[in-house]
């Protein structure tokens, strides 16, 4: 988009010109990139309405063929935008700002763009007729009423704009206006620094196919990012604006109103019929504090992936007491892809993208250490086995009462000795912050047997070796 902006200037100097009243409300908003083209649109338009004024009355002919010109060049810009909506765009650089390269973001978050674009391109008047039918379906967009009324302001003549400077220096440091203008930077930051091609969270080495779907958010973007895993492998196919914790990330305590970082899952879905209006379209709880947040003595409950109340389409990007709220539609497009106790949720400040080929290289890593566990165990060495527990380890289980890691030691070589077992539908979810740990989820079944455990391992590593802190039996 600031490419498009860019260029427009370059071919127009006039473009570089002021804009009074207009410039100071564009400053609320993402138009804050196009602002002197506005007043240069507009300048144009008035002089065509002018022109086409002195043509009418030389003739009526001459108004109805002018008319008719304006309309076919209103019908083509139509065009071209819709052409870019649905994945045509007509150059490389177009591509680049397409509203399809959002990946299919919401219908809404597309518009938006959209409209961005076209008065980016000099096209104020059908910009204006976009934001318009935006806000029509959406008339809480918060963020599509500003940029509508920033449209709004590029149809009035300059001799009768309002100047009013106090009126102005108050509008600019409304927090709500900086909320608003803050949301827009993010949402057109997502369309331009896109993940590259074949690229996958850094945390996500391996993902069994059990898990039919990932979710990870960038915190630095307000981005959740959804990927759909297959036999291909893990590919992005969708991803949405977000708010976080209005004091930011790194949750500690409970009620410090952070949004927690580190790698979750999905525990439950609750029905939107049973919470407050103010959950919007449903919740998807997660499982924090999970084992390592636990050990590093992190506190607090309750976070949600949750949508927004009816009087508000989005959040501020920092807005909540610590959970992810989407935008309703974009949420109802979420509930119906997780998997309750499957779908993995990773939080980060900000996301690394790396070539699947350097995931797969690093999960073969972690698998040798889980494969020397495995062998151990199956030779009934407790000596052995023992080297892969840290002193304080504890198994959680549904039939069992938490036990610690030496006591469990004796368990698992009657277990497994003697007996050939194959690991199966495996995942390993890589979380760096300080510390270097995983995340194993595998499925277990002995030779003869048609069904055995789910484990849930979190691995802690500790210089050149792998060493278990915490364990979960998941049926």
Not at 53 to 74: I, V
Not at 118 to 142: H, S
Request: proline residues 6%; positive net charge.
């Amino acid at each position: 988009m600031a490419d498009i902006v860019r260029r427009s200037r370059l071919r127009n100097p006039a473009l570089r010109r002021g804009a009074n009243m207009l410039a100071a409300l564009m400053a609320a908003s993402a138009l804050l990139l196009a602002t002197h083209g506005a007043a240069a649109s507009t300048k144009s338009a008035n002089a065509k309405t002018s022109g086409a004024k002195a043509k009418a009355s030389a003739g009526r002919p001459a108004a109805r063929e002018a008319k008719a010109r304006t309309a076919k060049k209103a019908s083509a810009a139509d065009a071209r935008i819709a052409a870019a909506a649905k994945g045509a765009p007509r150059s490389k650089a177009a591509a680049a700002s397409s509203p399809a390269a959002l990946q299919q973001a919401s219908s809404a978050e597309a518009r938006l763009i959209a409209v961005y674009e076209l008065f980016g391109r000099g096209q104020p008047r059908p910009a204006l007729a976009k934001a318009r039918d935006l806000v029509r379906d959406y008339p809480n967009f918060q963020l599509a009423q500003l940029v509508y009324a920033d449209l709004l302001a590029t149809q009035v003549p300059p001799a009768h704009a309002f100047s009013d400077a106090t009126g102005i220096a108050r509008l600019r440091s409304d927090p709500a206006m900086a909320d608003l203008r803050e949301e827009s930077r993010r949402r057109l930051q997502a369309l331009r620094d896109r993940p590259p091609a074949g690229t996958v969270p850094s945390q996500f080495l391996a993902l069994s196919t059990r898990s039919r779907y990932a979710i990870a958010v960038d915190a630095s973007r307000s981005r959740l990012y959804l990927l759909e895993n297959s036999d291909k492998g893990l590919q992005l196919v969708a991803d949405y604006y977000v708010s976080v914790g209005k004091s930011g990330i790194g949750k500690a305590t409970e009620g410090d109103a952070r949004t927690p970082l580190g790698v979750y899952y999905v525990t439950s879905s609750l029905d939107p019929k049973s919470l407050r209006d103010f959950y919007g379209a449903g919740a998807l709880p997660i499982n924090y504090p999970n084992p390592y947040d636990v050990r590093r003595g992190k506190t607090g409950s309750g976070i949600w992936l949750h949508g927004t109340p009816p009087q508000q389409f989005s959040r501020a990007p920092l807005a909540s007491d610590g959970c992810v709220v989407m935008a309703n539609p974009d949420l109802k497009q979420l509930l119906r892809k997780v998997q309750i106790g499957a779908t993995p949720v990773v939080t980060a400040p900000s996301l690394q993208w790396i070539p699947r080929p350097q995931a797969e290289k690093e999960a073969q890593t972690f698998t040798s250490a889980i494969s020397a566990w495995k062998d151990a165990r199956a030779n009934g060495n407790e000596a052995q086995l023992k080297k892969f527990y840290l002193p304080d380890f504890q198994r959680n289980s549904s039939s069992k009462k938490n036990t610690d890691g030496f006591s469990v030691l004796h368990d698992e070589v009657e277990y497994a000795q003697g007996k050939r077992v194959q690991f199966k539908d495996m995942s390993f979810l890589h979380w760096r912050d300080g510390d270097d740990t995983m995340v194993a989820t595998f499925g277990e079944v002995f030779e003869g047997e048609k069904s055995g455990r789910t484990r849930r391992q979190y691995w802690l590593r500790q210089g050149s070796e792998w060493k278990l802190f915490h364990e979960e039996i998941l049926g």
